[in-house]
């Protein structure tokens, strides 16, 4: 159809721009008469000008999903509503403690009593070896126990060398340098060893070190005594309570005349604290043998005084038979080295035996403790050399422990 002019696009309504009537021509109007002629024409025509009701409720923005006409809106894909979830079950109640104690646990103690043993020849003190599990019974308060645990161990050892250095006689001081340099020169580079004097007083020489030269420098200092007083009781009791506090098992070499004199802690007290000590062994060495018995034989030493040394050989022995160690009272010198072979054989090589108790209270009650040898059929064991002679053993273990407090 010609047309005079410009002609506009038309907006998507089907109407002009603005301005668009004062452009239409006079061929535009009488070629619209003509069209005006034929209805169906018209009705094209108004439907392409003039939106309809109809057509203006199309141009309505749908809903979510619901259907639009084509040059209406873009409707948008309807989601599909995720299925609510079922809501969680309710926590479990939580108990509640009394007010001002927080929160509370239960904690169950299972006692487990380990036992250090050495069997030792009564003649040569050597070590026994080669010993099995089947062999060893141990009793506590008479009934027997159940071994859980069996091993034969040979480590190098935690001691505290604890000698006695008073102004009391040249003979205990000379034995007491010979017994120390005795057991410095047995020890092994992988051995922690303190040295700790007393008289009046304890005094620490060397804290624990592997270094044999420190221990041997520390022994060379002990020239001249101060004081005449031997506190036994007061070193043995601080030595255990600082020892306390050291992992693992330790062990005391006392050298000594084992006599006391103006000690604050009494024996009671210093054999309550070797019971309540665990994992400490003491060996103890008896100083000036051979100047009593001089002393002795020749009438120089009363009843009081004699009696008075054999009650110090007697503690020197408890300390050591409690923790299951061993005493020794060497008369010369020569003895002093077989002594100490025998302390090391037996602290360097020890079966364990590890058993749970059949009564378990926790009341802090003493507990004795004793172990025997057995052969297969259960019968005291015995030993025998090449010769078939019969040879006679020590069973060296601690007598018994404290059980712990429930308090505790």
């Known amino acids: 159809m010609p047309q005079n002019g410009p002609v506009l696009p038309r907006n998507r309504t089907g109407t002009h721009n603005r301005g668009t009537m004062k452009l239409v021509s006079t061929a535009a109007l009488a070629a619209l008469m003509i069209f005006s002629e034929t209805p169906g024409l018209v009705r094209a025509q108004q439907t392409t000008a003039t939106p309809s009701a109809q057509q203006k409720q199309d141009q309505t923005p749908p809903a979510e999903g619901g259907p639009g006409g084509d040059t209406g809106a873009i409707a948008i894909p309807k989601k599909t509503q995720p299925a609510t979830p079922a809501p969680p079950p309710p ?56 071994i859980t645990h ?47 004097t ?34 036994l009781f007061d070193a043995l009791y601080t030595t255990l309570d600082r020892l306390s506090r050291v ?12 006599r006391d004199t103006f000690s604050k802690i009494t024996l ?86 590890t058993y749970t108790p059949t009564d378990a209270k926790q009341d802090g009650t003493w507990r004795k403790i004793h172990v025997e040898l057995v052969d297969s059929e259960g019968r005291p064991l015995k030993m025998q050399d090449e010769k078939h002679h019969k040879l006679k053993y020590d069973v060296i273990a601690r007598s018994g422990y404290r059980a712990k407090q429930e308090v505790q």
Not at 292 to 301: F, N, P
Request: charged share 20%; proline share 7%; glycine share 6%.
């Open 91 to 146: 926590p479990n109640p939580t108990p509640k403690a009394p007010p001002g104690l927080g929160n509370l646990s239960l904690h169950v103690d299972v006692p487990v009593v380990t036992v250090d043993v050495g069997v030792i020849l009564e003649k040569t003190h050597q070590f026994v070896p080669g010993l099995k599990e089947g062999n060893f019974r141990v009793y506590e308060d008479g009934q027997p126990q159940q």
């Open 150 to 196: 069996f091993q034969q161990v040979k480590a190098p050892i935690t001691a505290v060398l604890l000698v006695e250095f008073a102004a009391n006689s040249w003979w205990f001081i000379q034995d007491m340098r010979n017994a120390a340099y005795t057991f410095a020169e047995q020890l092994r580079p992988d051995d922690y060893v303190a040295v700790a």
């Open 198 to 231: 007393y008289d009046m007083h304890t005094n620490i020489l060397t804290d624990f070190t592997k270094n044999k030269a420190v221990v041997m420098n520390a022994l060379n200092t002990l020239t001249i005594p101060t004081w005449s007083e031997t506190n």
């Open 247 to 258: 992992p693992g098992r330790k062990y005391i070499i006392l050298v000594g005349s084992g």
């Open 268 to 353: 009671d007290k210093c054999l309550q604290k070797i019971k309540e000590t665990p994992n400490v062994t003491i060996f103890s060495i008896g100083t000036g043998q051979y100047i009593r018995l001089m002393a002795e034989s020749r009438g120089y030493m009363g009843g009081m005084r004699e009696l008075d040394y054999l009650q110090a050989d007697n503690q020197m022995r408890s300390f050591a038979q409690m923790t299951g160690g061993m005493s020794f009272f060497p008369r010369f010198p020569a003895e002093m080295p077989e002594d100490f072979a025998a302390i090391n054989d037996s602290i360097r090589n020890q079966y364990v035996l």
